[in-house]
Structures are given as C-alpha cells and as structure tokens.
C-alpha cells in the first residue's frame, strides 16, 4: 500500500513537471490522455464496481460538452459571468440530472437488456443531433473561447493542460474516495448479488440510479474538459465510436480494479498518438491488442499486475525469468510480423501505389522497419512467416512453462492464484 | 397513390433485407444467449467477398461461395474465441465480438481501402420488372425480396419441419437433456453459428450489388439489425419477420413525410402554438427518421422486453 502511495505520488510530480519541457504536440496527447482516464474510471463506476455495462455512455460525456460549450458561449457574449476554470462543474450538474433520468430507465432492465437501453439513448441522441440546429448547432457542431479567469489566459495548451491535470486527478481522487465509503461498498454488493441487496432492506433500483448518475456526472466532467480543450463540439461525441473507446479502455485495461481502466485509457490513448501519426491502421492493432486481451487475460493488464503483485513472495521469480524473458521475445516477433505484414498491406494496396504502378508500369520497392522491400521477392513474404512460426512455436512453449511454475506454487499456496492469472496462463496452451 | 405504393414496396423489400441478416442475430442470441455484435460485420464480409469473386469469376459464383466463406469464419469465431470466453460469462462474449467488429472493418479498410467499392450486379439482372406511375421498378429490388422471402421459406421448414430442426431447437430450449439424450450439442451450437454467419452473408452478398458496398455499411446496418431482434423479441424468428417488415415499411415512409409533433398539434388546434415553440416540436419526421426505430427500441424495452413476439426476458 505504502509503495502504491509513492508510486502514485511519482507519476502526480512527472506529470506537473514534465509538460513543460515537451512539444504542444505531446501537451495535447497527455490532456487526451488525462480525459480518457477520468472518463474510463467514472464509466467503471458503473461497469466494474456496479456490474451494469453500457454501450451508450458518449450520451453522458457528449451532455457535458455541450453544456459547456453553451456556457462559454455565454460567457463569451457577456451574458453571464462564470470564471473558467469552474466550467467542468455545470457540465457535472447538467450530466448528473441526465444521468439520474436515463438511469431512472435503464436501471429498471438488467444484463443485455440494460446494454440495450443505454445504446438506443445513446444513438437516439446522435441521431437526433444533427437536426436540432439550436441544441447542438446542427453537423457543424457549436465553437466558442476560452475566456480568461482567475490571471490565466488560457491562451496555451500547457495551462489547459494544468486544468486538466488538476480536475482529473480531483476528480479520480473523489471516485476513489467513493469506493471507501459505506455506499461504494453498496456499489460493489449490488454487482455480486443483487437479490441479497433487496433482503437486506435496501433499495436496489434506487442505488443503481445513484451510481449511475454518478458515473454520467464524472462522464460530464470528462466531456466538460474535452470541449474546454478543443473550444468546439459537434454531434459526433454522442457517436458509438466514443462509447466504444470507452469499452475499450476499460477492458484492456482491466474493470476488476479501480486503477486498471485508468492504465487501459492512458496507454491506450498515448498509443492511438504515437501509432496514429505512423500509419492509418492504428483501429485495427487497439482491435488487435482488445481481442488478444479478452481472450488471454480477461482481467486486463491491471489484473496481471494485480496477480503479480499479490503472488510476489510466493513466486520462484529466479526460474520465471527465463521463460518470461523467452515470452517476450518469441511475442516481439508475432508482433514484427503483424505489423510488417500489416504495413505491407497498407502501403502496397494503397491508392498511391497502384496509381504509381499504372503511372511507370512497375511495382517499385517500399520501405517498412526502414528497410526497402520488393513486393515480389520471396523472402519479403518469407520473412514474417520466418519470425510468426518461430514465434509462435516459442511463444506457446514459455507460456506453457510459466504455467507450470505459477501452478507448482498454486501447491503450495492453498491453491490461492486468482483466476486472471490462471487465465492469462492458459493463453499458452 | 404513387407514393404510397412504391414506399410499401420499397419498404417492404428492406425489411426482408433486415430480416435477412437479423434472423442468423437472432437464432443466434436465442440459443447461446450470446448478443453477436459482430453479426453485422458478417453481412459487410459477405458484400465484400461476392465483390472478389464476381470479379475473379461470377456473379452467381460470388452469391453462392461468399456466404460459405463467411460461414467458415463464423465457426471459426464460435469454436476458438467465444467457447474459450464462454466460462467468464455473456459479457465476456459479448466484448468479445464487439471487439471484432473493429478489427474485421479495419481489415476491409486495409484490404480494400476506406472507399466504396464497385460491386454491381450483372446487366441481364438489370431490367425494369414493372412500370409504376411512369416510373420504371427494378427487378433487382424484387429479386432481394425474393431471396429473403426463399431464405425464410427454408429455413422455417428447416427448423419445424425436419429432424435437424428438431435438434437444433432441442439444443435451444434444453440443452442439458439435449445432451443427455446423445445430441453433440457443441457441434449444433457450432452448425447455427455458421449457418447465422451464411445467412449474414448471403444478404450482404446480394444487397451489397445494389446498395453501396463500403466500410461502414457494418456499422450503419448493425444498429438497426439490433433495433429489429429488440422490437421482434430476442431469440424469436417470427418476431424479427415482423419487426423487419415493421422498420423497413417505416423508413421508406418517413423519408417522404414532413409530419412534425406540431402538425400533430395542429389537428386539435393548437398548430400556432406548438410551431412557435420551434427546435423539437416543429422538426419534420423526414429529418427525424433515424431517430425513430431507436425511440420504438427504447420504448419496447422498457414496457415488453420480450418484444412483439417473445417469450423470454
């Protein structure tokens, strides 16, 4: 625990000191970043601690920009005064009141039922969106300024990004604070045993509500900030894409512990700006790596940590090291070959490249890993089956060795290894 | 007349199309409980697959190989994704396909490229079948609707009539005694998941040469498919024939309407009022048709989450 704490306080000072010395470039990623996060812990309020998975939860994000953007409108008009760095707070208010009217409705359904009311809400929403004109400003969305407030101009990214660092680490803070209290305890009842809830004398419905409500507040805020970044929102942040990110995050990051979406966003979203630079088929590797974690490790990478983190005295760490080396190896190779195959593609299927083939009449070499390659030579196809069979071939039996260590002190622990690892473990067979 | 006859039929014809893929959902969902987010995909696999094959060979090669492709790739989902995830529960599965959604339009994308494609049906198929009101009406249009309706007629005989049927809605209702009884379960689980996947995949095969053919056609398909099963009744195929027929006769109509909440008003008099109220009330509901099948899901799931048809919640 007390590790955590200083682990935390460590990355809290990088982050306050680090922004300065990058680029606006990177400033902008880690204020995506910073949203993503808050959004992915406010969205497993609901999904993690309180078991109700929503598909439409953009609705909630999407309320809070466009509440702000309204008021900074307002602002920016002169109609009224409202400093603004207090903005995220009305973007909280009017997403709460959303959110305890849609979690009114949705909370009556449960399971898939419930996914599919708070989908319908989401895309009754974005379908809406584009037509009311005076609402949402039509497919052109609504724009406004930031205002000056308090002796910040708010002129640069670096001091939206101090906003957005202070209300998101305020705010996980609360969410966190939350899972403490006896209600957050609640929370978490409701998701193992709803039945047992109502025989205890409480009200379930009228939790679930509250923890929706909640989790679309926090949502709000995350929106809030997103629209004080971009000064500008339009109806695409109600879009399935947005509650699919989420989902996402959430998931490759882990729901089972409150600090795992949180990871999932940040990694995720600073990939999506590292990759997305790089090559337009940034989508198809966060499928990739999504896929791979639902099947392999279905607590996410914040369960693996967790189980690593709970097993560190009882593991033969001196033997797990070859095989863990051995693992990341042979899955460096899979991955160079998915991407050399997959940048291959992209590049040889392009529109460029056959215009360029119809335009001199011959298929010219590309480059890929800063290597040129001739599309018809054997050996650059040979050269991802050369590193995929291998890999793989590797990749199984280290898996299939660490599964045994992790099991032989599975003996000795009261069969105590909690199910991620278990399952991570049987991704090598 | 004019419009009123041509919306029918159009929208008639599109509801078979929607039944076509929403059917496989639907079997589906009623048999394993798993909600397949990835259905949809199956539908813009087998469009993009006939559009290979009719290039390489046929058009009729590509009606009849594409949804065996697809058929294959949906048992392979079924056999080495979802039966691993199946222990950790229906939300597992169901994240599972959602993630696959992502990666199989992504894959389309890098194959074929973030555009349309030019799918198109042969000449000899592209003849006007009728003159209505001057107006000539495809006979692609009719042979869509003829397929969907051949597809139903199979199928229904299929399920009730045949001893498959009858295992397979065994292994439905009951699958523990199913099993019991000597049936390999597994297999049949594995056999509808394919046979949902083909049906996905034929629609698309034969949609796709007459609507565009592009990437996003998963994802601007699959939410009304999922409105469809909602409103029909989950896991009932009766149900999802008549959500079908109900959604695509709607849509065709509300495109060419310009009804809005205020001329509802309007009849009991108060028409000044509510148009000088403006945003929502005054909005025509050709503007609004997209939103509508959502509001009728919504509605059907908070009054009869069985849907029209249902009988499970």
Not at chain 2, 108 to 118: A, E, R, S, T
Request: net charge neutral; glycine share 10%.
């Amino acid at each position: 625990m007390r590790y955590a704490l200083i682990a935390i306080l460590a990355l809290l000072a990088l982050l306050i000191i680090a922004p300065p010395l990058l680029g606006t470039g990177w400033q902008y990623a880690l204020i995506n970043a910073l949203i993503a996060a808050l959004f992915a812990a406010a969205f497993n309020l609901l999904v993690g601690q309180g078991g109700m998975l929503s598909f439409g939860h953009a609705a909630y994000f999407g309320v809070g920009a466009f509440t702000v953007i309204h008021l900074m409108q307002s602002v920016e008009y002169g109609d009224i005064p409202f400093p603004t760095v207090l903005l995220p707070l009305a973007g909280a208010a009017v997403s709460l009141l959303c959110g305890a009217l849609a979690g009114f409705f949705a909370t009556m359904r449960s399971g898939v039922y419930f996914a599919l009311v708070t989908l319908a809400l989401a895309e009754l929403l974005h379908s809406l969106a584009p037509h009311w004109d005076e609402m949402f400003g039509g497919e052109a969305g609504l724009s406004s300024m930031r205002m000056p407030s308090l002796g910040f101009t708010f002129g640069s990214t670096l001091e939206v990004y101090y906003l957005t660092l202070s209300w998101v680490v305020i705010c996980i803070g609360l969410l966190y604070a939350y899972t403490r209290t006896p209600f957050g305890r609640l929370t978490l009842a409701l998701r193992d045993n709803e039945q047992r809830i109502r025989f205890m004398g409480f009200n379930a419905h009228g939790t679930k509500i509250v923890v929706f409500a909640i989790s679309a507040m926090f949502s709000g805020v995350a929106g809030s900030l997103m629209a004080i970044s971009n000064e500008t929102a339009n109806y695409s942040v109600f879009s399935t894409q947005v509650s699919a990110l989420v989902v996402l995050h959430t998931f490759v990051g882990g729901s089972t512990i409150f600090f795992g979406p949180i990871v999932g966003a940040c990694v995720l979203s600073l990939f999506t700006f590292v990759v997305s630079g790089v090559t337009h088929s940034w989508m198809l590797y966060q499928g990739i790596i999504f896929v791979l974690v639902m099947l392999f490790a279905p607590k996410g990478i914040g369960g693996v940590i967790q189980a690593h983190i709970e097993q560190r005295h009882a593991l033969p760490w001196k033997r797990l090291a070859a095989p863990y080396a051995l693992a990341t190896l042979a899955g460096l190779m899979v991955a160079c070959a998915t991407v050399f195959v997959v940048q291959s593609l992209e590049i040889v299927l392009s529109r460029e490249y056959a215009a360029a083939v119809a335009r001199t009449g011959e298929y010219a070499p590309y480059t890929v890993f800063a290597r040129e390659w001739q599309v018809f030579h054997p050996f650059t196809w040979l050269f991802p089956v050369l590193l995929l069979v291998p890999g793989l071939y590797l990749l199984r039996r280290a898996f299939a060795r660490i599964k045994a260590l992790w099991d032989k002190d599975d003996d000795d622990d009261n069969g105590d290894v909690p199910a991620a690892t278990q399952q991570l473990m049987e991704g090598g067979r | 007349m004019e419009f009123l006859i041509v919306s029918t039929l159009n929208g008639v014809i599109y509801g078979m199309l929607l039944f076509m893929v929403s059917a496989g959902l639907t079997l589906i969902f009623g048999m394993m409980g798993v909600l397949n987010f990835a259905h949809a995909s199956f539908y813009m696999l087998g469009a993009y697959f006939a559009y290979t094959l009719s290039g390489l060979f046929n058009f009729w090669v590509g009606l009849i190989v594409a949804p065996l492709l697809v058929a294959i790739i949906g048992m392979f989902i079924e056999r080495y994704m979802l039966r691993r995830v199946h222990a950790h529960g229906h939300a597992h599965e169901l994240l599972l396909t959602f993630g696959l959604v992502f990666i199989f339009e992504e894959l389309i994308k890098l194959f074929y490229g973030d555009f349309p494609v030019n799918y198109q049906r042969p000449d000899y198929l592209n003849f006007a079948i009728f003159n209505l009101f001057g107006t000539d009406y495809p006979f692609y249009r009719v042979f869509i609707g003829l397929v969907a309706l051949l597809m139903f007629i199979v199928l229904f005989v299929l399920l009730t009539r045949t001893r498959v049927g009858m295992v397979v809605r065994a292994a439905e209702r009951l699958p523990d005694t199913a099993r019991a009884l000597g049936h390999n379960v597994p297999m049949v689980f594995l056999g509808v998941f394919g046979a949902g996947a083909a049906l996905a995949g034929l629609s698309g095969a034969v949609a796709g040469a007459f609507f565009p053919t592009n990437p996003n056609m998963a994802l601007e398909l699959g939410v009304i498919v999922f409105v469809v099963v909602v409103v029909g009744g989950l896991g009932s195929l009766a149900g999802s024939l008549i959500a079908s027929l109900l959604i695509g006769v709607f849509s065709s109509f509300a495109v060419g309407l310009d009804w809005s909440l205020a001329s509802l008003f309007g009849l009991i008099g108060l028409g000044d009022w509510a148009n000088s109220l403006g945003g929502l009330v005054t909005m025509p509901l050709s503007s609004i048709s997209a939103t509508v099948p959502f509001l009728l899901m919504l509605i059907v799931l908070l009054v009869r989450p069985a849907g029209l048809m249902g009988s499970k919640n």
